[in-house]
Structure formats: structure tokens, C-alpha cells
């Protein structure tokens, strides 16, 4: 491990149809596609997605946003993916993401950031592990 990262394009990005372009950007960074889908993700499994945030106080708040609408999920390979894909959407919130990141292009706000990226291997692997079974990767 240590070559994937996971990754979902969010409700309001995949509502703007700004899912083609993201993807690009993805494919042109020199990631390879492993595994997609569109999902529609209840509040129960969104919340289990996101249970590390529990405690945080935009956790409801995360959870209704996520179960609000479809989202894309997909694996991603690349060398030192994990850390190359955070570099490559931008900082959480949008006003602090660098130029020429994903989240400094397509992100409305702090809350609504468009896209998201596993922050270590060990997460990757988890939340690659919650969406697609080994049949589903290729
Ligand atoms: N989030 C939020 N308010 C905050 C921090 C985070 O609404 O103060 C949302 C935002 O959508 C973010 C997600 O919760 O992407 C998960 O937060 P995390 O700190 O893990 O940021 P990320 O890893 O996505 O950059
Ligand atoms: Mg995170």
C-alpha cells in the first residue's frame, strides 16, 4: 500500500456538473482511475464515514451536507498518492487552498469544498475498503 488514495467529488460539485472537469484535472495529474461510481450516500453512511469527526462541531451539519445529494467515489493510484492528492485539491478551506489547486477553482466554502482526499495511507485504505469491494477494482 501507500500507491492509493480515495477520494469523492461532493454533492455540490457533482450538482454544478463540474464532475467532468475534475476528473481531468485528476486523470492530467497523473492519476489513474482504480475504481468509480455515483453513489447516494444515506445519513447513516455518511456518518460512518465520518465518524472520526463526531465530536467536531460541523459534524451534523457535514453529515447532511454529504447525504444531500449523489456523489462520485473513486480510488485513485499514483505514486505517493495520498500526499500528492492533498497537494493537488488545496487546503480545507477554500481561501487558504493555493492557486491551481481543485478546491481554489471549484470550492463555494469552508463547508462545500467539492472534493475530498484520504489524509494518510492507513485512511485510504479504510475508506477505499467502505465503498468498493476487490471485484469492483481494476
Ligand atoms: N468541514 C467543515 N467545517 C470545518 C472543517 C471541515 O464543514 O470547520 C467539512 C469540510 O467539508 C471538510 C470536511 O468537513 O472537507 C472534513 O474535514 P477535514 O478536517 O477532514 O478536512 P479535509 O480532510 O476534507 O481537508
Ligand atoms: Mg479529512
Known amino acids: 500500500m501507500g500507491n492509493i488514495t480515495f477520494t469523492m467529488i461532493k454533492p455540490?460539485?457533482?450538482?454544478?456538473g463540474n464532475t467532468g472537469a475534475i476528473l481531468k484535472?485528476?486523470?492530467e495529474?497523473?492519476?489513474?482511475i482504480v475504481a468509480m461510481k455515483k453513489v447516494h450516500l444515506s445519513e447513516e453512511k455518511a456518518g460512518k464515514f465520518y465518524e472520526v469527526h463526531k465530536?467536531?462541531?460541523?459534524?451534523?451539519?457535514?453529515?447532511e451536507y454529504m447525504s444531500g445529494g449523489p456523489i462520485i467515489v473513486a480510488i485513485l493510484e499514483k505514486?505517493?498518492?495520498v500526499s500528492d492528492f492533498r497537494t493537488l485539491i488545496g487546503a480545507t478551506n477554500p481561501e487558504d487552498a493555493a492557486n491551481g489547486t481543485i478546491r481554489k477553482e471549484f470550492a463555494?466554502?469552508?463547508?462545500?469544498?467539492?472534493?475530498?482526499?484520504?489524509d494518510s495511507?492507513?485512511?485510504a485504505k479504510i475508506e477505499a475498503d467502505f465503498h468498493f469491494s476487490n471485484q469492483e477494482r481494476f
Open 12 to 16: 455540490e460539485a457533482v450538482e454544478a
Open 25 to 27: 484535472r485528476i486523470e
Open 29 to 32: 495529474s497523473g492519476f489513474r
Open 55 to 63: 465530536e467536531r462541531p460541523f459534524y451534523s451539519e457535514l453529515i
Open 79 to 81: 505514486e505517493n498518492a
Open 108 to 118: 463555494t466554502s469552508l463547508a462545500m469544498n467539492a472534493i475530498h482526499g484520504s
Open 121 to 123: 495511507d492507513e485512511n
